[in-house]
C-alpha cells in the first residue's frame, strides 16, 4: 500500500514539474491606435521564459476566414514549437479577409500598421524579447503567407527572416475570390494597385541577403504555381531563399508539418545572429 501510495505521488510530482515546464499561452487584448479598436492575439512563451533572458520572437499568421486563435486550435504541436525553439510566438488577428496590408479602398483596415509596428511595439514593451530585426521573424499560412512577406519585404528594419506556407504570393490570377477586391478596388478598375501589392513584384525591396527566406507550397495547392514563379524570380533575382515543395494541399495537415521546417529555419537565423 505504501508502495502504490509512493509511486502515485512520484507521478504527481512528475505531471506537476511536466506542466511547469510546459510553454505557456497567454490570450492578450492589444490596441491598434491606427484601426482605434482592441484587438486579440495569442502568445506562447517557452518552458524556460523564467530564466530571465530575452528571447527571439516568431509572428505567425492566420489565413483568409482564419483569426488570431487558428494555429493553436488546428495545429496543437504549435505549443511544443515554442519549447522546442525556444522562441516566443505570436498569433496575430489579421481580421477575416485584411491581406496584411493598409487598405487604400477601406479606412478601417490598416493591418499592415497593426502587425508590423503597434503589435510588434506591445509585445517588446511587455515581454522580454529580443528587440531587434536579429530576433524577430514573420510567417503564415496563405493569406497569411502574403501577409508575412508582404510585411518582411516592406519592413526590413522590423523583421530579418520571413517565411511562407501556402502564401498567396502572386494575387492577381484571383481577382475574385477571398475578398480582396474589397481590399484593393475591382482588379479592372484599380490596376496599380494590385500590381504595387502583390509579393511577386515586391522584389525591387529586396537585396541579395537582406532577409533569411524560406517558402513552402505543396504540389496540389491552387497557389503552387505562383510559388513557383516566386521561386524562379528569385533564382533570377540571386534572392537566397529556401524553397520547400512536396505532395500535399491547401490543408492543415500541410501546414502542421509545414511549421516545423520553418520554425527550424527562424531558429537557425536566430543562432546565427542574436
Not at 43 to 53: F, K, N
Not at 60 to 75: I, Q
Not at 247 to 268: C, D, I, K, R, V
Amino acid at each position: 500500500m505504501f508502495k502504490n501510495r509512493l509511486v502515485r505521488i512520484l507521478a504527481l510530482l512528475f505531471l506537476t514539474c511536466q506542466a511547469a515546464l510546459a510553454s505557456k499561452v497567454d490570450t492578450v487584448e492589444t490596441y491598434s491606435a491606427a484601426m482605434k479598436k482592441t484587438i486579440k492575439a495569442v502568445v506562447l512563451t517557452p518552458d524556460s521564459y523564467v530564466s530571465g533572458r530575452e528571447f527571439p520572437v516568431v509572428y505567425l499568421l492566420h489565413g483568409y476566414s482564419g483569426n488570431y486563435a487558428d494555429w493553436v486550435k488546428k495545429a496543437p504541436s504549435v505549443h511544443q514549437a515554442a519549447d522546442t525553439y525556444q522562441t516566443i510566438i505570436v498569433c496575430p488577428d489579421g481580421n477575416f479577409s485584411s491581406w496584411y496590408f493598409d487598405s487604400p479602398a477601406d479606412p478601417s483596415s490598416k493591418y499592415e500598421t497593426y502587425v508590423a509596428t503597434e503589435l510588434v511595439n506591445w509585445v517588446d514593451g511587455r515581454y522580454k524579447t529580443i528587440k531587434n530585426r536579429k530576433g524577430r521573424a514573420i510567417t503564415g499560412l496563405s493569406m497569411g503567407g502574403h501577409g508575412a512577406l508582404y510585411l518582411a519585404f516592406k519592413h526590413q528594419d522590423v523583421f530579418g527572416a520571413a517565411g511562407s506556407m501556402s502564401g498567396g504570393v502572386d494575387i492577381r490570377p484571383f481577382p475574385n475570390n477571398w475578398d480582396m477586391a474589397k481590399k484593393l478596388g475591382p482588379y479592372a478598375q484599380y490596376p496599380d494597385r494590385w500590381e504595387q501589392n502583390t509579393v511577386i513584384n515586391m522584389l525591387h525591396l529586396l537585396t541579395p541577403g537582406s532577409l533569411a527566406l524560406i517558402i513552402d507550397c505543396g504540389t496540389e495547392d491552387f497557389f503552387f504555381r505562383v510559388n513557383n514563379h516566386l521561386h524562379e524570380k528569385m533564382l533570377e533575382r540571386n534572392i537566397a531563399h529556401d524553397y520547400i515543395t512536396r505532395p500535399g494541399a491547401h490543408n492543415w495537415p500541410y501546414w502542421t508539418s509545414a511549421l516545423n521546417y520553418q520554425l527550424l529555419f527562424m531558429q537557425q537565423y536566430f543562432d546565427k545572429n542574436v
